[in-house]
């Protein structure tokens, strides 16, 4: 039976009984349970965790955001905590629906927060909906279609004649052409991967109007065959200008088939999975918001790699990649990192939340990239503990560490009067 079970990151999923369920606290079939801990052996061999077993029974999420189907019907939908209360489930789809949209440079057709707070189906719905509008608008615009050379044996004469391969037909064939022509076909790459995540979305979306419209389109793209190659036919998608009307659904393809942030879930099982890193989120989600707050002549730049830690027998080591970086004409230089963690200014006795090495990157930071003379700042998204820019941090009389929040519902930076960032 199909099952949907709503939470939040760092949620705890039992296949025992639970007293009350809510955001934080769900119960799921042994299946489903078994699969997230198969799902978390794949994470394991790369590097990365999805969850912490707790005993035999129950496993806690960690800070991934988005959904999970499993083979036995179950959908996970995981959302981001930004406060302590254990509700609010709407609220946090639909900050989740912005940060998407913002972070990856999506173009929605639903707009307004009244559109976004009554749509309650999983995070998949809402892509796989926008995925379909898109399709649905450009199949109604015209599909770009290419010429394919065919070369083929018929008993009449049409296109070019091979004359090579004619001259080697046997006696007993001579009255058969061996011919080669031009054929104008919608067999594309750009179409072949549409027709791929359509067929994707036909199989794993559950809401009766998607489903409806998933199938009307599969019909009508029926001619075109589905990617073998999906990796291979993204990097021959065209950008030009002949391909302007695909731009909007190109991302919306990406997200579906797992080439863009959402992770793809390796398996046996092939239903619509995607899980987005909440910190590389945030981090986008920052880096799309922040221009619209600094001066017109700013640069912000993404990752910086340049520099390293140190140099050892002629080589460099450990590689230095701030998030962020704010140039400005009149020489100011700003070192940025965006960070997924919920803050307390009222608990100095623990460091209001913050982490040790977390300075410890900045001050790397600051020393090679700066050397020693800037202005570095820390950004986490702001809640209800953390509304104000903590006091500055000095690392020395030239290099300081600001700590400023990150409003999510207002989309801008808290407290950027507090630094000298270039601002509009």
């Known amino acids: 039976m199909n099952k949907t079970v709503t939470v939040r ?13 809510s955001l934080d606290v769900a119960h799921v079939t042994a299946s489903a349970f078994d699969h997230l801990c198969k799902l978390n052996a794949s994470f394991k061999k790369s590097g ?47 900050l989740l629906q912005k940060m998407i949209q913002a ?21 998949s719905e809402w892509v796989m ?16 279609f290419e010429y394919q050379r065919i070369e083929e044996e018929q008993p009449y004469l049409r296109g070019q004649l091979n004359t090579l391969a004619q001259l080697r037909q046997p006696p007993s064939r001579r009255h058969h052409f061996q011919i080669r022509h031009d054929v104008y076909l919608p067999d594309r790459p750009e179409n072949r991967l549409l027709k791929t995540a359509l067929l994707k979305v036909c199989a794993a979306t559950r809401l009766p109007s998607h489903w409806l419209l998933a199938h009307e389109l599969r019909s009508r793209l029926s001619e075109i065959p589905q990617s073998d190659q999906t990796e291979h036919d993204f990097r021959q998608w065209r950008n030009d200008r002949l391909m302007a009307q695909y731009r909007d659904i190109k991302p919306w393809c990406e997200i579906i088939l797992s080439q863009q942030m959402p992770l793809a879930l390796s398996g046996d099982w092939q239903g619509l999975s995607m899980l987005f890193p909440m910190e590389k989120l945030f981090e986008k989600y920052v880096e799309a918001l922040l221009p619209t707050q600094l001066a017109s002549d700013a640069q912000l730049l993404p990752q910086r790699s340049s520099k390293f830690l ?3 027998k002629s080589r460099d080591l450990f590689q230095l990649k701030p998030d962020l970086m704010v140039k400005h004409p009149a020489g100011y230089i700003g070192l940025l990192d965006a960070k997924w963690k919920r803050l307390d200014s009222n608990n100095i006795d623990k460091n209001y939340g913050l982490s040790q090495s977390d300075f410890y990157q900045m001050f790397a930071y600051g020393t090679r990239y700066l ?36 409003d999510l519902d207002k989309q801008k930076l808290i407290g950027i009067e507090t630094t000298q960032l270039p601002r509009r």
Do not use: W
């Open 48 to 94: 990365a965790a999805l969850l912490q077993l707790d005993g035999r029974q129950s496993l806690k999420l960690d800070n991934y955001v988005g959904v999970i189907q499993t083979p036995c019907g179950t959908t996970l939908e995981i959302l981001p905590k930004t406060t302590d209360e254990a509700d609010g489930a709407p609220a946090s789809r639909a």
């Open 129 to 144: 909906g926008q995925f379909l509008e898109a399709l649905e608008h450009l199949i109604k615009c015209g599909l770009r």
């Open 310 to 312: 140190c140099l050892h």
């Open 371 to 406: 050397e020693s003379k800037g202005e570095l700042v820390l950004i986490y998204p702001m809640t209800s503990r953390f509304k104000e820019p903590l006091s500055p941090f000095i690392f020395s009389d030239l290099l300081k560490l600001h700590v400023l929040p990150f």
């Open 103 to 123: 972070a990856l440079k999506l173009k929605t057709r639903i707009v307004g927060k009244a559109a976004l707070d009554l749509f309650d189906a999983p995070i």
């Open 9 to 21: 990151e760092y949620a705890q999923l039992t296949i025992g009984a639970t007293p009350s369920e």
